[in-house]
């Protein structure tokens, strides 16, 4: 999985829900929150993940990483629960 583009993706989402402010209101800014912040905290970890997995590569054998696609499912879920909820407030 490549993060540095899931992370972009990520941002793009929170962009584009800033587009429902008109018709939604401030509670819109709850789900862009955790977007930036999902993709923001994907950037800095980036590194980590990335040297973890190549020496996994040098030493052939590689571990998937179990908690950072955790983290990605709960963001995914939260951006949309807060998503769903802003909406039904409106």
């Known amino acids: 999985m490549s993060w540095g583009r899931t992370g972009l993706a990520t941002s793009v ?8 402010y008109p018709s939604v209101g401030g509670i819109v ?10 993709a923001g905290l ?12 190549a020496a996994g590569i040098a030493n052939e054998n590689v571990a998937s990483d179990f908690w ?20 039904w407030a409106a």
């Open 13 to 20: 989402v929170a962009l584009l829900l800033i587009r429902w």
């Open 29 to 38: 800014f709850v789900p862009v929150i955790i977007a930036l912040l999902g």
């Open 42 to 53: 994907i950037q800095v970890s980036q590194r980590r993940r990335y040297t973890v997995q």
């Open 68 to 87: 950072a696609v955790f983290w990605m499912t709960v963001m995914a879920v939260l951006i949309a629960t807060t998503g769903v909820i802003a909406m």
